[in-house]
């Protein structure tokens, strides 16, 4: 339940549903009498907390029952994080924080040990996420389901913002959207 007062949004936590496989959102969609495409669905500008509105079941509910016939949906898998998987993510975030590399690598050594140690003892077979879409009058309405799984650039915001010399250097005096990212989470 969602409380608002004088135009201000305040709300509970958020009981996020599991990733769906491919073959379980058909069953579902099957289910509610509605078909089911594939798409590539942008889940870079979703978050778990704006996304999920409704469970999956009363989604396709509502959108049976606002006429549409359709949905879309996306189902998305990772592999188990490699070396060069770690350096595409630490590059990235290198940029988004305009310092380099190294100084990333260097202060977060053992996170990035334990990130990769956690991440090979995830199933890879298990989707991370999943998205479902219904349009009604022109307007997306979105379930999200999410499986945990290990975060890099979470694991390696939260060291840097903890320091170190090289880090207050290179990171906490900067303002970047990063560190906004993290303020965000905590």
Known sequence: MKITKNLVHVAGDVALEAACTEDALKASFEKAGLQGFPAELDIAERTE??????SLDDLLGFAKASGAAAVT????????ADDAEVSRQIALLARDLEISDEVIREVCADQIDE?????AQRDA???VHSIVEAYVGGTAFAWYGINE???????????????GPKAKRAFVMKASKAQVDLLEEL
């Open 49 to 54: 907390e704006h996304v999920q509105m409704l």
């Open 73 to 80: 949906y996306d189902v998305t898998y990772f592999p188990h």
């Open 115 to 119: 990130y990769l140690k956690l991440d």
């Open 125 to 127: 077979d298990v989707p």
């Open 149 to 163: 799984y290990p975060r890099l650039r979470r694991v390696i915001l939260r060291e840097l913002a903890q320091g």
